[in-house]
Structures are given as structure tokens and as C-alpha cells.
């Protein structure tokens, strides 16, 4: 079975079309036996404690591993089946199992540490240092340092924060969930047929004899807000969405206390790590330095953008007031009036912007693009593949193979939605030799052609493909040889949406957009007035999202700096919102209760992230303004300072050597039409 288990074989690039669910079972087995015994090994006394042979004892057994289950965990989200899922849903805890225990062996963090303490370490590359610096870091974020009552205690709060994590999800899911309105249909005057007909069949399939189902789903609730013209219908929706999970409703599902806990069990891990606060502790694998940064990037953000919003409401609450007989502009009535007033002035359709994107037309731009910029070639070439729409391409540079990727475009049942930029592989200087070249997956969701014609992209399906690009090409144009810091590896989190939200911005430029659209009856390129429609849309009330960001940034940032903030949670979030905000949100709102990003995902003092990176790509890009967007020296320099040096360096340094300074907000406020 062994020699003929495609997972096992990774001589060649994966035989994706001869993976089968009863492949993984045995694979993971050997695999997992091999690493487990690796680690072994790697930590016995006889061991010197030396980077090259910890690497080709302990690395390439994990490698191929992490590579094979990387495979198994690719197939299951684009060509999923019930036996794959049960496939991977049963080897899922055993690795977790492995990489937890393999992240906190002390054993091995013991060897580590030596090699950093031994005179070898002084002959370490660059590359080298920083990851084996990163690996003895992340040892200590997991509390390796600790002894006694100290450690058991970490390794208590760390169980109670999932288990608490795991709760406050349930109670926001629960709370959404048992929340159900129904409706006589004529109440869903104004909005869109296909909403109203889900609503429709959710009553009867829940045995009601007629009326709509309204729930809190947000292909229900989302459409409700911005289209319903029963102003009493969307003010009930708003306040039970508002109030979800919260002390305003069944206690059962009440997260108050939850937070408070949690808040809490943060503050108590970071004082045991020896940090002043939990923000302190979870910025230290960050670009951003201190809470104290933090704190002023986003408020400086925020009072930069406000003017704009103060505008935006103000146009809202005349174009309410003249247009929709609204005087007193409410919370609920918000969405509505927007969707409204966007309509009135930028009315353009989606399906006519649609007719000039046609996919091979954006292929050949995209590509035309990243040749002239980053001087590499890409050609189409022939591998195994998962479902025959997938494509297969090599990146060259000269004669030069650099990194290949797979493109998987179109939308289809087993696959799941959303676009992503996964890795393969990695590039790495083999322990045992030879070079291995990084390789990518590129995921999007577009609708496949039909017919003779070929696919048409939405516009926003064209920024969502140069997004997943910029990953790609941030994973694919590394010159890095140490594993851990190739590419996207061992970027810092708030930095690692630079090249990606950088390579957007070209999907908003004329002459950009010239080459890579084409009529899909007249070849014709997109006309200079509609591109200008679009623009102006792409703007709007841009000043007002902005503030809501910053206000979700800054409660982050404050509940997780402020030690006495876990009984007052929502106190904080009262003082934001008056800091932030020109107008101040109804005082039932309770956002914070249903907030998984920050109780129940990655996100704890890390909301900022986003427009931190957001500022980053922005001015990155600003460089390709001044010297234009087809800039070939811009170009390398980016490629260079950016791309190839990955997680080598930290990113405020590469961010530097491109730019030449540190970062600026302005360039975000230009976009955005704020400066
Ligand atoms: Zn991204």
C-alpha cells in the first residue's frame, strides 16, 4: 500500500488527480510515526545541539508532513467529498496533537537555546538567525520559560480561554440563531425579489401558512437594513441584531460575563509572561511596537477622517430628509438611506462593467503586468491536477525556474467559496541538498464561461484575483533558503497584507485597466466614462467605514491595555464611541458581545492590523504613483526589499529599504478620498 500511496511520494509535484480519501488514513500514520520518532531522537543527549543537523534530523521529517497534510488539507477545500471530510476530520486532532506538543517540548526549546548560546551560532546567515530567534520566541510567548505553579497555572488559563472562546462563539451563533420574525410580505416593500423569495419558502418549510421568515442571518438581515422601506420593520431587526448575546437578552445566551472573564484570564497570562498588559504581549510578533503606537496610529487615523464622515452624514441625513420624507436620521435608518443616495449618484451597472472583463483579456494584463514589474516569465505548463479547469504555470526568470503556481478560477459544487493564496510548498535549501522551489495555490471563485464565451469577472472579482497575486507572489518571489522565513513564512501578522492589498491598487488604474479589459462582443476596452463611475462609487462614504474601523480598533486596543478594563467592558466601549464617532450610537448597541473577531478568532489586540496594513500597501504603492505605475526600477526595488526578503528581516525594515522612510498615512487618505 505504502509504495503506491500518492501522499507518501514527494519526489515530483503531488499527484493531485491519484489523491483518494483512503490515501490520508495511512499517509498521516507513516508520516506522523516518522516525526514523532524524529523529535525523538532530535532531543536525545547524543544530539549536538547544532542548526544543520537539528534541521536534516528534526525539519524534514516535519516537512514532509506539514507538506503532505498541506496537500490533504488543499484537496478537502476545492474537491471535497464525504470521505475526504471524514478522512481528514479523523487525522485533524492528530496533528493538532503533534504540532501543540512539538511547539511546547521543552526539550527542544533546551536545544535550541544552546545552539543560540554556542560559538556556531556566530556563522549563522542572516535568514538563519532570525528564524531560530523567531522559534526561541514563540517557545516563550508559549510560556516554555515558566516553572512550576507559574506554568501550571499558564497552561490552566490557556485550557479556560479556549474553552471560553468556544462559549462566546456558541452564545453569538445561539443568540442569531433563536432570534425569527414572521411577516405578511407585503412589509418587504422594496426589497430585492430573490431575499424576499428565501423568506418565503423559510416560513412555509417552518410551517407557517403564509408570510415571510426573517431572521438575523446576514443574507437576510444585511439586505433588510439597506432595502426595506417599513421603517418599523428595520428598526426592530436593528435592535435585535444590536443586542445579540447580550445582557438586553436571554440570559442564557448573555456573553458579558464571558468577556469579562476572558479580559481577565489575558491580563493574568501577560502579567505572568512579564508583560504590563495582554496588548503588550500579543504585539511582540508584531511590526506594531508598543499598545502605546498602537493607540496613536489609530487615533490619529480616526481624526483624519473624520471631517469626511461628519460630511457623509450630513449629505445622509439631507438627502434623508429631502428625498425620503426621514427627518431624524436614525441608526436603522442608516443603510437604507445610503443604499439610496449611492443609487441616485453613481448608478452604474455591475453586469455592464462585467461585459469588459473577460478572463483571458485580465489573465494576460495580470501577467503582462507582474513581467514588466518584477521581471519574471509566466508559462503555462502541464502537472496533475485535481478537476480539469485547473491551470498550471511556471514562473521563470531568464531560463531560470523560480516558483510555479496552480490556478483553480471558477466556482463549482465540493469547493469552498471566498478567494485564497495557499502554499504547496516552500522554497528551501534542502538540509539533505538541492533547492527546492516554492509552489502556490491560487483560488478564486469567479462564474466559469458558458458556452463558446469566455468567463466575465465582476470588477470586484478582478481586485480579489490581484489580492490572492500579491500572497502569490509575496510566497513565490522569495530568494530566502531558510524554511521558516521564506515568503509569507515568519512575516509579522499586521504586515503580511502589504503585497496583496498593494497589488489591488492597480485594478483602479486607467492605464492599467486599458490592458486588461476587452469587450466580450466588441473587444473594445473600458470606456474613460465608466471607469470614472466606478471610481467615484468606490469612494463613497469611505470617511464613514474608515471611523468605524478605528472605533473597533481602538475598544480592541483599549480592553486589552487597560488591566481594569475586564469589569468594564462595555463602559470602554461607550467612551470610544463618544471619542470616535460624530454621532453617538443608540444606547442599546452591544456590539462587543457578538466581537469574534477579538473572544472567539485571532484578532485580540490585532483589530488594527487591518488598517495598519492598509497604510503600508497604500504607501508602498504611492512609490509607483510618483514614478509611475509601469515603473521598472519601482518595480525591482519592491521586488527586491519586499517580495524576496519574506520573514528574513522584520517588515518595518523592508518596508524602509523601499521606501526610503517610515511609514505615512497619506497615501491611505488620498485613496480614500479623505486628504
Ligand atoms: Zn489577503
Given at each position: 500500500?505504502?509504495?503506491?500511496?500518492?501522499?507518501?511520494?514527494?519526489?515530483?509535484?503531488?499527484?493531485?488527480?491519484?489523491?483518494?480519501?483512503?490515501?490520508?488514513?495511512?499517509?498521516?500514520?507513516?508520516?506522523?510515526?516518522?516525526?514523532?520518532?524524529?523529535?525523538?531522537?532530535?532531543?536525545?543527549?547524543?544530539?549536538?545541539?547544532?542548526?544543520?543537523?537539528?534541521?536534516?534530523?528534526?525539519?524534514?521529517?516535519?516537512?514532509?508532513l506539514r507538506r503532505a497534510w498541506a496537500h490533504v488539507n488543499h484537496l478537502q477545500s476545492v474537491a471535497d467529498s464525504?470521505?475526504?471530510?471524514?478522512?481528514?476530520?479523523q487525522a485533524l486532532p492528530r496533528i493538532v496533537d503533534f504540532t501543540t506538543r512539538l511547539g511546547a517540548d521543552?526539550?527542544?526549546?533546551?536545544?535550541?537555546?544552546?545552539?543560540?548560546?554556542?560559538?556556531?551560532?556566530?556563522?549563522?546567515?542572516?535568514?538563519?538567525?532570525?528564524?531560530?530567534?523567531?522559534?526561541?520566541?514563540?517557545?516563550?510567548?508559549?510560556?516554555?520559560?515558566?516553572?512550576?505553579?507559574?506554568?501550571?497555572?499558564?497552561?490552566?488559563?490557556?485550557?479556560?480561554?479556549?474553552?471560553?472562546?468556544?462559549?462566546?462563539?456558541?452564545?453569538?451563533?445561539?443568540?442569531?440563531?433563536?432570534?425569527?420574525?414572521?411577516?405578511?410580505?407585503?412589509?418587504?416593500?422594496?426589497?430585492?425579489?430573490?431575499?424576499?423569495?428565501a423568506a418565503r419558502s423559510a416560513a412555509a418549510a417552518a410551517g407557517h401558512a403564509s408570510g415571510c421568515l426573517l431572521t438575523l442571518q446576514i443574507p437576510c438581515y444585511l439586505p433588510l437594513?439597506?432595502?426595506?422601506?417599513?421603517?418599523?420593520?428595520r428598526e426592530q431587526l436593528f435592535r435585535a441584531y444590536n443586542t445579540r448575546a447580550s445582557d438586553l437578552g436571554p440570559?442564557?445566551?448573555?456573553?458579558?460575563?464571558?468577556?469579562?472573564?476572558?479580559?481577565?484570564?489575558?491580563?493574568e497570562e501577560a502579567a505572568l509572561l512579564g508583560h504590563a498588559s495582554y496588548a503588550e504581549l500579543a504585539l511582540v510578533p508584531k511590526m506594531a511596537r508598543t499598545p502605546e503606537e498602537v493607540l496613536a496610529f489609530v487615533r490619529?487615523?480616526?481624526?483624519?477622517?473624520?471631517?469626511?464622515?461628519?460630511?457623509?452624514?450630513?449629505?445622509?441625513?439631507?438627502?434623508?430628509?429631502?428625498?425620503?420624507?426621514?427627518?431624524?436620521?436614525?441608526?436603522?435608518?442608516?443603510?437604507?438611506?445610503?443604499?439610496?443616495?449611492?443609487?441616485?449618484?453613481?448608478?452604474?451597472?455591475?453586469?455592464?462593467?462585467?461585459?469588459?472583463?473577460?478572463?483571458?483579456?485580465?489573465?494576460?494584463?495580470?501577467?503582462?503586468l507582474i513581467e514588466t514589474l518584477f521581471e519574471v516569465a509566466i508559462r503555462p505548463d502541464t502537472a496533475p491536477v485535481w478537476h480539469e479547469t485547473v491551470r498550471y504555470f511556471r514562473v521563470w526568470r531568464g531560463d531560470r525556474p523560480v516558483a510555479a503556481f496552480y490556478l483553480d478560477p471558477y466556482a463549482r459544487a465540493g469547493k469552498q467559496s471566498g478567494a485564497w493564496m495557499d502554499d504547496s510548498r516552500s522554497r528551501w535549501r534542502r538540509p539533505e541538498g538541492g533547492l527546492q522551489l516554492p509552489v502556490a495555490h491560487l483560488v478564486c471563485n469567479y462564474a466559469a464561461p458558458v458556452g463558446a464565451q469566455p468567463a466575465l469577472l465582476t470588477h470586484q472579482d478582478v481586485v480579489t484575483l490581484f489580492h490572492e497575486?500579491?500572497?502569490?507572489?509575496?510566497?513565490?518571489?522569495?530568494q530566502v533558503d531558510e524554511l521558516s522565513v521564506a515568503g509569507i513564512s515568519g512575516v509579522e501578522g499586521d504586515a503580511i497584507e502589504l503585497p496583496s492589498q498593494f497589488m489591488e491598487n492597480f485594478c483602479w488604474e486607467w492605464e492599467v485597466l486599458q490592458r486588461l479589459t476587452s469587450h466580450v462582443d466588441t473587444g473594445e476596452p473600458l470606456p474613460r466614462a465608466l471607469f470614472e463611475r466606478m471610481r467615484a462609487a468606490r469612494n463613497f462614504q469611505k470617511g464613514l467605514q474608515l471611523l468605524r474601523q478605528c472605533e473597533y480598533a481602538l475598544f480592541d486596543m483599549r480592553v486589552h491595555t487597560e488591566p481594569a478594563s475586564a469589569a468594564r467592558a462595555m463602559?470602554?466601549?461607550?467612551?470610544?464611541?463618544?471619542?470616535?464617532?460624530?454621532?453617538?450610537?443608540?444606547?442599546?448597541?452591544r456590539y462587543p458581545c457578538t466581537f469574534g473577531h477579538l473572544f472567539d478568532g485571532g484578532y485580540a489586540a490585532g483589530y488594527y492590523g487591518y488598517a495598519w496594513a492598509e497604510v503600508l500597501s497604500a504607501d508602498a504603492y504611492g512609490a509607483f504613483e510618483e514614478a509611475g505605475v509601469f515603473d521598472a526600477a519601482t518595480g525591482r526595488r519592491f521586488r527586491e526589499q519586499i517580495l524576496e526578503v519574506g520573514g528574513s528581516r522584520p517588515a518595518l525594515e523592508s518596508f524602509r529599504a523601499f521606501r526610503g522612510r517610515e511609514p505615512r498615512l497619506d497615501a491611505l487618505l488620498r485613496h480614500q478620498g479623505l486628504a
Amino acid at each position: 500500500m505504502d509504495a503506491l500511496n500518492p501522499l507518501l511520494d514527494n519526489t515530483e509535484l503531488p499527484a493531485f488527480d491519484r489523491i483518494r480519501p483512503e490515501h490520508v488514513g495511512p499517509a498521516v500514520d507513516t508520516l506522523l510515526a516518522d516525526a514523532e520518532a524524529a523529535l525523538e531522537r532530535a532531543v536525545g543527549p547524543d544530539v549536538p545541539a547544532d542548526h544543520d543537523t537539528l534541521a536534516l534530523l528534526l525539519d524534514v521529517p516535519v516537512e514532509r508532513l506539514r507538506r503532505a497534510w498541506a496537500h490533504v488539507n488543499h484537496l478537502q477545500s476545492v474537491a471535497d467529498s464525504p470521505a475526504l471530510r471524514e478522512a481528514h476530520a479523523q487525522a485533524l486532532p492528530r496533528i493538532v496533537d503533534f504540532t501543540t506538543r512539538l511547539g511546547a517540548d521543552h526539550r527542544l526549546y533546551a536545544k535550541y537555546k544552546a545552539i543560540a548560546a554556542s560559538p556556531a551560532a556566530e556563522r549563522l546567515s542572516p535568514a538563519q538567525r532570525k528564524a531560530l530567534a523567531d522559534t526561541l520566541r514563540d517557545f516563550v510567548l508559549g510560556g516554555a520559560e515558566l516553572q512550576g505553579a507559574a506554568r501550571e497555572r499558564h497552561a490552566a488559563i490557556q485550557d479556560r480561554l479556549a474553552a471560553l472562546g468556544k462559549t462566546f462563539g456558541d452564545r453569538s451563533l445561539d443568540a442569531t440563531d433563536a432570534f425569527q420574525l414572521v411577516v405578511p410580505e407585503e412589509r418587504l416593500a422594496g426589497v430585492p425579489a430573490d431575499v424576499v423569495a428565501a423568506a418565503r419558502s423559510a416560513a412555509a418549510a417552518a410551517g407557517h401558512a403564509s408570510g415571510c421568515l426573517l431572521t438575523l442571518q446576514i443574507p437576510c438581515y444585511l439586505p433588510l437594513l439597506q432595502f426595506a422601506q417599513d421603517r418599523a420593520l428595520r428598526e426592530q431587526l436593528f435592535r435585535a441584531y444590536n443586542t445579540r448575546a447580550s445582557d438586553l437578552g436571554p440570559a442564557e445566551f448573555d456573553n458579558t460575563g464571558v468577556m469579562a472573564e476572558m479580559l481577565a484570564l489575558r491580563t493574568e497570562e501577560a502579567a505572568l509572561l512579564g508583560h504590563a498588559s495582554y496588548a503588550e504581549l500579543a504585539l511582540v510578533p508584531k511590526m506594531a511596537r508598543t499598545p502605546e503606537e498602537v493607540l496613536a496610529f489609530v487615533r490619529q487615523l480616526a481624526a483624519r477622517a473624520r471631517p469626511s464622515a461628519e460630511r457623509e452624514l450630513a449629505e445622509l441625513r439631507q438627502f434623508a430628509a429631502a428625498e425620503l420624507g426621514i427627518a431624524d436620521l436614525q441608526a436603522w435608518d442608516r443603510l437604507f438611506v445610503a443604499e439610496k443616495l449611492k443609487q441616485a449618484r453613481y448608478a452604474f451597472s455591475s453586469q455592464e462593467v462585467k461585459q469588459y472583463f473577460t478572463e483571458p483579456t485580465v489573465l494576460k494584463g495580470l501577467f503582462g503586468l507582474i513581467e514588466t514589474l518584477f521581471e519574471v516569465a509566466i508559462r503555462p505548463d502541464t502537472a496533475p491536477v485535481w478537476h480539469e479547469t485547473v491551470r498550471y504555470f511556471r514562473v521563470w526568470r531568464g531560463d531560470r525556474p523560480v516558483a510555479a503556481f496552480y490556478l483553480d478560477p471558477y466556482a463549482r459544487a465540493g469547493k469552498q467559496s471566498g478567494a485564497w493564496m495557499d502554499d504547496s510548498r516552500s522554497r528551501w535549501r534542502r538540509p539533505e541538498g538541492g533547492l527546492q522551489l516554492p509552489v502556490a495555490h491560487l483560488v478564486c471563485n469567479y462564474a466559469a464561461p458558458v458556452g463558446a464565451q469566455p468567463a466575465l469577472l465582476t470588477h470586484q472579482d478582478v481586485v480579489t484575483l490581484f489580492h490572492e497575486f500579491g500572497h502569490g507572489l509575496h510566497h513565490m518571489l522569495t530568494q530566502v533558503d531558510e524554511l521558516s522565513v521564506a515568503g509569507i513564512s515568519g512575516v509579522e501578522g499586521d504586515a503580511i497584507e502589504l503585497p496583496s492589498q498593494f497589488m489591488e491598487n492597480f485594478c483602479w488604474e486607467w492605464e492599467v485597466l486599458q490592458r486588461l479589459t476587452s469587450h466580450v462582443d466588441t473587444g473594445e476596452p473600458l470606456p474613460r466614462a465608466l471607469f470614472e463611475r466606478m471610481r467615484a462609487a468606490r469612494n463613497f462614504q469611505k470617511g464613514l467605514q474608515l471611523l468605524r474601523q478605528c472605533e473597533y480598533a481602538l475598544f480592541d486596543m483599549r480592553v486589552h491595555t487597560e488591566p481594569a478594563s475586564a469589569a468594564r467592558a462595555m463602559a470602554v466601549c461607550e467612551e470610544v464611541n463618544a471619542e470616535v464617532q460624530p454621532e453617538r450610537a443608540p444606547d442599546f448597541a452591544r456590539y462587543p458581545c457578538t466581537f469574534g473577531h477579538l473572544f472567539d478568532g485571532g484578532y485580540a489586540a490585532g483589530y488594527y492590523g487591518y488598517a495598519w496594513a492598509e497604510v503600508l500597501s497604500a504607501d508602498a504603492y504611492g512609490a509607483f504613483e510618483e514614478a509611475g505605475v509601469f515603473d521598472a526600477a519601482t518595480g525591482r526595488r519592491f521586488r527586491e526589499q519586499i517580495l524576496e526578503v519574506g520573514g528574513s528581516r522584520p517588515a518595518l525594515e523592508s518596508f524602509r529599504a523601499f521606501r526610503g522612510r517610515e511609514p505615512r498615512l497619506d497615501a491611505l487618505l488620498r485613496h480614500q478620498g479623505l486628504a
